[in-house]
């Protein structure tokens, strides 16, 4: 089997996408066409194509809201991405979203419960997939806001355990900033936390991030082991054993990263500190789980073994039960022993 073949068929587990930056092209003409006359962003969506920088992604997420701005047209992305991550061989997903509230459309609220029964709906369960939500905060709309995510985050927890499992920290990584400890309150009730951290170069924050010790971390970009003034960083980073979600086109893309070869995965897997493979946006970045697998095989000579043991040890940082745990690995393990 050649390795595109081999990376798509392997069951895999995505623990690292944003939803409204993983809404496909084709969704997005699709939700355009729900829009009224005087709304309709037809014209827009044709200029959009996969962004090429941070500053580029950040304004197609933009667009991307402006599409998904009703209960119904989350509903339609969130049941259309799941369903494109299942195409894709995704067993377990964890979406992550940031509830908005749109004058006179939608409120958080109903921003939440739309990705809820998305999750819910017959043809998720059809599927088979597992999928999981955390709460996004985005650390450019300030502490009142976060607050108010966190305490819908902790509502919905207690609601809908088997679904809303944690909260993420976001946001544009050069905008705004929000104390890690308000997330320590979603945490007290057994949330989840998984942080974004060090996307760019910022040491105070990347400092605060490690003594709270997230579940997971996003990115790690600017943790460097041969950066002046990072390996302190660095150190720290492999002490704290947190596992690290990894998204290589999307870093390559926002050029926070030189190149594939230059990515962080290098000295992070050498170095075998946790990690996993993600996706961040697979419509704004254009990418797939299978092509970030093909890719880190590719750029760093990974086995079909070492790629098995990234999706097992993936299954271990997922924000869910041991017994769910044992089912997915059991999977992974079924998969191997037929190819
Ligand atoms: C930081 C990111 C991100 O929440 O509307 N987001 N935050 N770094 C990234 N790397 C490129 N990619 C996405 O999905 C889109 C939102 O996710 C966050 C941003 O806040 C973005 O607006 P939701 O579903």
């Given amino acids: 089997m050649d390795l595109k073949t081999f990376c798509k068929k392997i ?152 679904y809303v499992v944690g909260i993420d920290l976001s946001g544009d990584p050069t905008q705004g900033e929000i104390s890690i400890n308000l997330l320590q309150r979603a945490r007290n009730v057994g949330l989840k936390i998984a942080a974004h951290c060090a996307e760019v170069p910022n040491e105070k924050e990347v400092v605060d991030i490690l003594n709270f010790k997230p579940d997971r971390l996003g990115h790690c970009t600017c943790i460097h082991p041969n950066l002046n003034g990072t390996k302190q960083l660095y150190d720290m980073l492999l002490k704290s054993r947190i596992p690290v979600e990894l998204c290589l086109t999307s870093n390559v893309k926002c050029k926070t990263v030189p190149s594939f070869s230059e990515h962080q995965f290098a000295y992070l897997y050498e170095a075998k500190h946790p990690i996993c493979i993600a996706t961040d946006d697979k419509g704004v970045f254009g990418t797939t789980l299978s092509e970030e697998f093909e890719l880190v095989a590719i750029h760093f000579g990974l086995t079909q073994q070492n790629l098995k043991d990234l999706c097992l040890s993936a299954v271990q940082y997922a924000f869910t039960t041991e017994e769910e745990k044992s089912q997915l690995s059991l999977k992974i393990e079924l998969f191997y022993n037929s190819n």
Avoid: W
């Fill in 11 to 162: 069951p895999k587990i995505e623990l690292h996408a944003h939803l409204n930056g993983s809404v496909s092209l084709q969704t997005l003409h699709k939700l355009s066409e729900l829009q009224s006359p005087a709304d309709a962003k037809s014209q827009i969506i044709h200029e959009i194509h996969p962004s090429e920088s941070l500053k580029e992604g950040f304004k197609l997420f933009e667009i991307v809201h402006s599409l998904t701005d009703t209960p119904e047209a989350i509903f339609i992305a969130t049941c259309d991405v799941i369903q494109e991550f299942y195409n894709d061989n995704i067993i377990y997903l964890e979406l992550r979203s940031t509830p908005r509230h749109v004058e006179g459309k939608m409120t958080k609220k109903e921003y939440i419960e739309a990705i809820i029964n998305a999750i819910k709906s017959p043809e998720t369960k059809r599927t088979g997939i597992t999928v999981k939500l955390l709460i996004s905060v985005d650390r450019k709309r300030g502490e009142k806001n976060a607050e108010e995510n966190i305490a819908l985050a902790i509502e919905y927890y207690e609601k809908y355990s088997e």
